[in-house]
């Protein structure tokens, strides 16, 4: 069976990418066949072979071998705004069938697949559907991205009782230190650890790559 991971974040820009390519070397280095997907991206730069997303070519070149670019990331769009809106701009409707089936030809050919969200837990992608419902429907636990910074604090759990209120099991978080002048970041990291309904699967060091920052990851949690 493969295992399959939904990587949610605090908000956008706290280095979702950042951790799924952590994790993703982290699940090849333990012998596992592994691949990102990006469902949804905005923001994607016009090129030679079509619209490509930055963040979800870092998947691509993270996972164990090169995939198809629609496969990784099926709805891929233009302008850098929420979902909903670069899709109306772009004249596309956003919807679940089509994703789905992209993801379960990454399932049929990977042990393992790290499915990132867009921004954050509930970001419009279509009236009626949030990134959230993508979690959902596909009944994929979560890993929660925390980008350590003020602030992070009542952001981490803010999102985590949403994940939890909307029936997702959440495997566990990361700590992502965004900001490497982050006043006290021992006692925020700390009450993470006390608040937060789920284990810390690891800090990720700043300014190190994902290749070399796969070792602060645990990956115990995610063999439940």
């Known amino acids: 069976m493969t295992h399959a991971f939904f990587i949610a974040g605090t908000d956008t820009g706290i280095g979702k990418t950042h951790a799924s390519c952590t994790l993703l070397h982290a699940l090849r280095a333990a012998g596992q066949v592994a691949c990102g997907m990006k469902p949804v991206a905005s923001g994607c730069m016009e090129t030679a072979d079509g619209l490509r997303n930055e963040d979800a070519l870092a998947l691509l070149a993270a996972g164990s071998a090169p995939l198809p670019y629609a496969r990784v990331n099926p709805v891929a769009l233009r302008d850098p705004l929420s979902p ?42 279509a009236p009626g559907l949030f ?28 999102t985590a009782e949403a994940i939890v209120a909307d029936g997702c099991p959440l495997l566990g978080w990361v700590g992502n230190r965004i900001d490497p002048s982050m ?29 070399q920052a796969a070792s602060s990851l645990d990956l115990t949690a995610l063999a439940r």
């Open 131 to 158: 990134a959230s419902d993508i979690a959902k429907a596909w009944q994929l636990p979560v890993i929660l991205v925390v980008g350590l910074r003020l602030g992070c604090l009542s952001h981490a759990l803010l």
């Open 84 to 125: 909903h809106l670069a899709a109306a701009h772009d004249g596309v409707t956003i919807a679940l069938p089509p994703l789905r089936a992209a993801f379960d030809a990454l399932c049929a050919e990977h042990d393992a697949v790290v499915v990132e969200g867009v921004g954050g837990w509930r970001v419009p992608l």
């Open 183 to 211: 006043d006290a970041p021992d006692e925020n990291i700390a009450t993470l650890r006390d608040l937060l309904p789920a284990p810390c699967l690891g800090i990720l060091p700043h300014g190190v790559a994902p290749a």
